[in-house]
């Protein structure tokens, strides 16, 4: 379970979906090098030797990097660094820092080095793709392409009908970036992408990620939580689906589980929080849904916790 707000990490959730989709991913936004790279012979992510290349150089924060072993059609071997940037400001020390990993991995392993940005922040002006300098004739010139997501915004109509997940990952982060501060019309879009997602017809796992994916995104306070549960139950029932049964379970207990973080802290204060870590290890969301309601009645812990222990301390049946 998540203890940070999911909308404040997009870098996770980007994270996970380089990691199922990297393939779909070359291909969305950069195909003229997805054409040039022999799929057959598959890839490595080689996180642990990023980390070891760069971990003496940080340069602000990192948000999320991938060093991918490919290889071209052809046979040749290479290394690509994919540096995903989904901060909502823009970074000076940006530049420099893809050229330092960039350098450092040539450094390291004597091979080229593609580096590749995507930029998910929300100033439609900042676009770095170039870092060098001049000294006494000498000159360094870095250029890296870039994509910017924003700009998407313009194109929803190829986002709707394109079949690659990561369209539906790009409409999902806009659709994060857009409602931050309305959180109905969030919970409007959230419809919207899981209705798309049934009219697409995705394989059943692509369905799931997809979704955790979009849940992850646009997080909503747990009231709004519940309306938007009990229409996807709705539009499952109307279209005959049953794919996000696991989605809807994952859904309702961490709305649930917040609310109960709050209340306890609010409630009950450090004794109420140390009920915390048991009350965590509770699957069936309807004994949540019960303990969530018992805070404003109960008056210790002990009250509380006799909801989910009975006396004969035999655990609760999920």
Not at 146 to 169: C, G, H, M, W
Not at 185 to 205: C, D, M, N
Not at 261 to 274: E, R, S, V
Request: glycine share 4%; aromatic share 12%; net charge negative.
């Amino acid at each position: 379970m998540t203890k940070k707000a999911p909308q404040t990490e997009y870098d996770s959730p980007w994270k996970q979906m380089l990691q199922l989709y990297f393939q779909d991913f070359m291909s969305f936004f950069f195909p003229q090098a997805h054409s040039e790279i022999d799929w057959s012979r598959g890839f490595i992510f080689l996180d642990q030797e990023l980390q070891q290349v760069v971990r003496d150089a940080e340069l602000g924060k990192r948000l999320i990097d991938k060093l991918v072993k490919i290889y071209r059609i052809g046979g040749e071997e290479e290394w690509l660094l994919i540096h995903v940037e989904v901060q909502s400001q823009e970074e000076t020390v940006f530049p420099k820092r893809m050229f330092v990993y960039n350098y450092r991995i040539f450094d390291r392993y004597d091979r080229s080095v593609a580096s590749l940005a995507i930029l998910g922040d929300e100033n439609i002006k900042w676009r770095p793709n170039q870092f060098g300098y001049e000294l006494f004739g000498c000159k360094v010139d870095f250029q890296f392409p870039v994509i910017k997501l924003l700009d998407y915004q313009q194109r929803l109509s190829e986002l709707e009908a394109s079949r690659n997940p990561f369209a539906t990952v790009v409409m999902a982060h806009l659709a994060a970036v857009q409602t931050r501060s309305n959180r109905l019309q969030r919970k409007q879009s959230k419809l919207a992408l899981v209705r798309r997602l049934y009219e697409q017809g995705f394989e059943r796992e692509a369905v799931i990620n997809l979704l955790a994916f979009i849940d992850w995104m646009l997080t909503l306070p747990l009231e709004l939580e519940q309306e938007f549960i009990r229409e996807v139950e709705q539009l499952e029932a109307q279209q005959r689906m049953q794919y996000v049964t696991s989605f809807e379970r994952i859904a309702r207990i961490e709305s649930l589980l917040k609310g109960i973080a709050l209340g306890l802290k609010l409630k009950f204060g450090i004794p109420g929080q140390d009920l915390l870590p048991e009350i965590e290890q509770i699957e069936d969301f309807r004994l949540l849904e019960s303990i969530l309601a018992a805070i404003e009645t109960a008056n210790t812990v002990d009250e509380l916790r006799s909801i989910y222990q009975p006396a004969d301390d035999t655990p609760p049946q999920n």
